[in-house]
């Protein structure tokens, strides 16, 4: 019986000691928060910085004004110091760069010398006692003044040009004409071209043809296909006198140099 009472009482200690704990905070933390909300309007006013800054200083401003001053125009100065020694010289050279190139693509490199005063270096002529007496600044000039060659000399003939050949080929005979040849020329492309010619035609009209195909004369000839033989043409001679006498397969082939 003794035993349970004290074990009551324990139990009565301790629920009391918790209560008074859980007071003891309660009161702490009621404090610190009438603390956090009174504290601002128990404190003293003081100007705030913004309100510190928004108060000009006038010295100061007047100081960064001239600093800002100062530095702009030493800032200028170097400005048109290099424009001065650098970019000026720079311009001019290119300048004169294009305009040097320019005259001598024009073929006026002429206008990029100094040029000579007219009349110096040379020595006026002797005159005689009658013209020292009427002689006049513009007739002095003229007796000083040296005439270059190409002035004095007769300017050259222009050459005659050559004239053109045209190249006209007769037309082709019809089939059921008296002395009619087929002719066909090889060329060295591989390409064949044939034609219709008259024997009375002049042989010279072979070498028109391959002129016509598209082969000059002065690089290449006519040969026969058998025996291989550069063919005899000439103003004289018809196509029946040259051996086409029947229809005929030519060669156009290249002339040898060493035979030229």
């Known amino acids: ?6 074990y009551d009482q324990d139990q009565i200690r301790v629920r009391g000691a918790l209560l008074f704990a859980g007071r003891g905070l309660f009161l702490l933390g009621l404090s610190g928060w009438l603390v956090s909300v009174l504290y601002p309007w128990l404190r003293p006013s003081s100007p705030s910085p913004r309100n510190r800054r928004e108060v000009p200083d006038e010295e100061v401003k007047r100081k960064r004004d001239l600093a800002r001053k100062e530095q702009q125009k030493k800032h200028l100065e170097k400005a048109t110091s290099y424009e001065e020694s650098v970019l000026r010289p720079r311009n001019e050279s ?11 693509m024009t073929g006026e490199a002429w206008k990029l010398t100094q040029g000579q005063p007219l009349g110096e270096g040379e020595s006026p002529e002797p005159q005689s006692e009658e013209e020292e007496g009427s002689d006049t600044p513009n007739r002095q000039a003229v007796r000083r003044r040296k005439l270059p060659e190409s002035a004095t000399r007769a300017p050259p ?10 190249v006209v080929l007769p037309e082709e005979p019809p ?8 002719v066909a020329l090889r060329c060295p492309s591989g390409r064949t071209v044939k034609r ?25 000839t006519i040969c026969t296909s058998y025996p291989r033989s550069p063919l005899d043409v000439g103003r004289a001679l018809t196509l029946e006198d040259a051996g086409i006498k029947m229809d005929t397969v030519l060669n156009v082939e290249e002339k040898d140099p060493s035979m030229t």
């Open 157 to 166: 003939q222009p050459e005659r040009p050559v004239e053109k050949r045209v």
């Open 196 to 220: 219709k010619f008259l024997k009375s035609d002049n042989s010279l009209v072979l070498l028109d043809w391959m002129l016509k195909t598209g082969y000059h004369p002065a690089i290449y």
């Open 1 to 6: 019986m003794q035993t349970t009472d004290f």
């Open 94 to 104: 290119r300048l004169r760069q294009r305009e040097e190139r320019f005259y001598r």
């Open 175 to 182: 089939d059921d004409a008296e002395g009619v040849v087929r």
